[in-house]
């Protein structure tokens, strides 16, 4: 599919040189002098090179930012001036809204529309948000209680401080969005970071990192570090001098990172994969219903985490909610991202593109029929047509793992007794959306259903203020919303005699 559109000059200024790893405030070279590309993924062709990091310059990077957590002027600002700094990051990500957005678009293949609608103002919130945070990190007063020294008195506080130096390892699916979620909360609360973006898709981490510095995120704090998960990733998930390792990405790395981090015991928030239901019941206002599973599976190419990838539909509408879903499928325009009238872009890469299609040859096999798509998209690039799946039982593999892609499967309920029991039957727990007129239903079940997220008559509600994350192998720990700084703090109790 052609490009419709050029880029920007920024953007081809941005791409059309190598990129740099950000080390202690400068743009340095890989130790070892290698590189790697990232691709246009629809397309395939190679949109730039970028300095390849590995263990030597992690260590590096992790050097840098345990300096500037001990000895740089970071810990010296005040909360107020560490607010306005995160503040400003998030101005300067508006100031260069289209920009950020292209790069989004050249890199990960989403259209340019939805960075510029979604990925990039929910950055420029985040920081907004945060920045808030920096002067709110209050400890309490405590006059405790000590049973074996009668008569003592004592004045106690608690005290919250940065747990310290944190690795941060982001996926390619949000790749902006996902820096964002990591270094807002690590910077308001005074860590410091080394950054690993994905290797699909380093760029838009990379033009944050020069508006991090251009905000006055001193030397050293955020370090950034592209490379490849089983060098770098691993490198900084295994590093001895690092606190703590916050993680986005797959289930099975997420374990791993797990294991790793055992070395130091080091803090580890995990937000992992999902499989998320989407439930319809009849008295829903089904338009509604119809045109939210279809935004809850194909937004973002179905390459989003809480993707609702499982569609439960009472069986009096399952027939007009499948056709429904189908004929939005159809509708749906793919194409390049640049082009103002695409609705769906490729996805990321070559590898996602054949795990994506090996799904749907399972479910062939399996005996899932495709109401709609079920094939790639012929010609240039890793385009998968938007699918909807029906005679799918709970054991198939497609109603089970996790695609990544935009698939959905769609079965029929008819005992309300076992819904819940249903939706819950699946190791992840990140998700789910309810869909009903009848507002007791609603509470009763999103009360039962086992997921960090569940949207009534909405889906993929994402805000800053909103603790994000999952039950079971969904993850560890919360971002955004207040929940995530306790990622980032540690507490210490004072405990004065009188
Ligand atoms: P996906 O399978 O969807 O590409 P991953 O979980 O593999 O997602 O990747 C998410 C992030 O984790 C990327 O930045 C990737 O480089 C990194 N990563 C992959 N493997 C490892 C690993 N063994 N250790 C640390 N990070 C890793």
Request: net charge negative.
């Amino acid at each position: 599919m052609a490009v419709a559109v050029p880029m920007g000059e920024a953007t081809r200024r941005f791409t059309s040189a190598p990129r740099k790893l950000l080390i202690d405030g400068e743009w340095r070279e890989s130790a070892s002098g290698k590189t790697f590309d990232t691709y246009d993924p629809a397309t395939g062709t190679v949109l730039a090179s970028v300095a390849e990091g590995d263990a030597q310059d992690v260590d590096l990077a992790v050097g840098a930012a345990r300096r500037a957590l001990e000895d740089g002027p970071w810990a010296r600002l005040t909360p107020s001036e560490r607010g306005r700094i995160v503040h400003r990051v998030g101005d300067l990500i508006m100031e260069h809204a289209d920009e950020l957005a292209e790069l989004e678009t050249l890199d990960n293949g989403k259209p340019k529309a939805v960075a510029l609608a979604a990925d990039v103002p929910l950055a420029a919130d985040l920081f907004w948000y945060m920045a808030g945070w920096a002067t709110k990190l209050n400890g309490g007063t405590i006059s405790p209680s000590v049973p074996y020294m009668p008569g003592a008195e004592f004045h106690a506080y608690t005290l919250r401080e940065p747990v310290g130096v944190v690795g941060q390892i982001i996926p390619w699916n949000f790749p902006l969005l996902m820096a964002a979620w990591k270094l807002g909360p690590a910077l308001a609360t005074g860590c410091t970071v080394v950054l690993k973006p994905a290797e699909q898709t380093p760029l838009s981490a990379l033009r944050l990192g020069e508006l991090l510095l251009e905000a006055g995120v001193p030397a050293g704090v955020v370090n950034i570090v592209p490379g490849f998960g089983e060098t770098a990733g691993a490198a900084l998930a295994g590093h001895e001098r690092v606190d703590k390792v916050a993680f986005t990405g797959s289930t099975e790395v997420g374990k791993l990172i797990a294991r790793t981090a055992t070395g130091n015991l080091k803090r580890v928030s995990l937000e992992l994969g999902g499989k998320s239901p989407n439930i319809v019941f009849s008295d829903a206002d089904v338009d509604a219903a119809i045109a939210g599973a279809a935004q809850g599976i194909f937004f973002n190419q179905g390459e989003v985490c809480s993707a609702g990838s499982r569609l439960y539909v009472q069986e009096d509408q399952f027939d007009r909610v499948v056709e429904g879903l189908s004929d939005a499928a159809k509708s749906i325009r793919v194409g390049h991202g640049l082009d103002p009238e695409t609705e769906m872009g490729p996805l990321v890469s070559q590898e996602q593109f054949d795990r994506v299609t090996r799904y749907l040859a399972i479910g062939e096999q399996e005996g899932n029929r495709a109401t709609v798509g079920g094939a790639a998209v012929d010609g240039d690039g890793w385009f998968v047509q938007p699918t909807v799946l029906v005679d799918a039982e709970p054991d198939h593999t497609i109603v089970r793992e996790e695609i990544f892609g935009p698939v959905i499967a769609a079965m029929p309920f008819s005992d309300l007794d076992d819904l819940a029991r249903q939706a819950n039957d699946s190791h992840y727990g990140l998700a789910a959306g309810v869909w009903t007129r009848d507002i007791s239903k609603a509470h009763k079940l999103a009360k039962k259903i086992k997921a960090g997220t569940v949207h009534v008559n909405a889906y993929h509600v994402f805000s800053a203020e909103l603790p994000f994350g999952g039950y079971k192998q969904s993850g560890w720990g919360r971002e955004m919303g207040e929940e995530v700084l306790s990622n980032y703090l540690e507490t210490k109790s004072v405990i004065v005699g009188l």
